[in-house]
């Protein structure tokens, strides 16, 4: 399994970005598909999730109506979408895969949110 994040760089507060997760080696349609992110000194936190069978979504409270996650199964690839964005959205931000009780993560996509 391999999963590579793309889409990252540096923005202007209340910009817009969208990452990108290509994923290899499974079929993500029998995953859960989510964006985690961790800011220098801070634990990683849980962003948004998706299963992608049933397009199901769940974000975390602080980017609720600003950030969209998606899924292209044809394209076996997931999207953040990030609207609104923040100083406080500067993070590293990883995409994961998990089913029955296997993970998997990529290397991750730099967001730096600043004027």
Not at 46 to 62: E, H, K, R
């Amino acid at each position: 399994v391999h999963l590579v994040e793309s889409g990252g760089g540096l923005v202007q507060p209340g910009g817009s970005l969208r990452l990108s997760c290509a994923a290899s080696g499974l079929t993500l349609s029998s995953y859960v598909m989510s964006w985690y992110r961790q800011a220098p000194g801070k634990e990683r936190e849980l962003v948004a999730s998706i299963i992608s069978a049933s397009g199901v979504t769940n974000y975390a409270d602080s980017v609720k109506g600003r950030f969209t996650i998606s899924s292209d199964n044809a394209k076996n690839t997931v999207y953040l979408h990030m609207s609104s964005l923040k100083p406080e959205d500067t993070a590293m931000y990883f995409c994961a895969a998990a089913r029955r009780g296997n993970s998997y993560w990529g290397q991750g996509t730099q967001v730096t949110v600043s004027s």
